[in-house]
């Protein structure tokens, strides 16, 4: 393999440098008019050595930001925020099985799928997996009616709520998946 003294040429026979009124062969790649997307990589630049040095000492990376996004994209941890849909702990799946509840990985992984499929209630009406999701929480069964959501709602807020026992506030976040889940199922369909 034969190395070039400068990293980053390129073998473009023919190609002209981009740089106004020059005629040297344009062997260095430069970011175009038009940046990178969705529909791709954008336009670049081809120039000659001489162009490409000048053209990257007046680059500016930050140009146009704020002072804010400018301390992010410095930050050793700039890009680490965002989950990458195969690393998030769900996977992109809406709910993670509860490993510890099953005895095959592969009884955890059919139940998941199971969970996002729409079932259909006895009379006929479809139930998302939101609503599935929710009548979990509150530990209802897929038939439940409006009176058995209100009645079992009314049970678990008298349960969670720190007014009513005794000013133990360890399960707010209980509380709140049960206030949730209720609003969601009082507007579903299939409890008309």
Known sequence: ???????????????????????????????????????????????????????????????GMSPEEIFEAQSSLHGWASEVRAFRP???????????????????????????????????????????????VLGLPLDADRRALRERYAQLVHRYHPDRNGGDRSHETRLREVVEAYQLLKKARALA
Do not use: Q
Not at 33 to 39: A, E, K, L, V
């Open 90 to 136: 769900t996977a992109g799946i809406d709910g993670a099985p509860r490993w510890a509840d099953f005895a095959d990985p592969l009884e955890a992984i059919s139940a998941r799928a199971r969970m996002r499929k729409p079932a259909e209630r006895g009379d006929g009406r479809v139930v998302t997996p939101e609503e599935r999701r929710a009548l979990d």
């Open 1 to 63: 393999m034969k190395h070039d003294r400068f990293h980053g040429r390129h073998d473009t026979r023919g190609r002209c440098c981009d740089w106004a009124g020059c005629a040297e062969p344009g062997e260095f790649r430069a970011p175009g008019g038009r940046s990178g997307g969705f529909d791709g990589p954008g336009d670049y630049r081809w120039l000659c050595l001489d162009h490409v040095r000048a053209f990257n000492s007046g680059y500016d990376y930050f140009d």
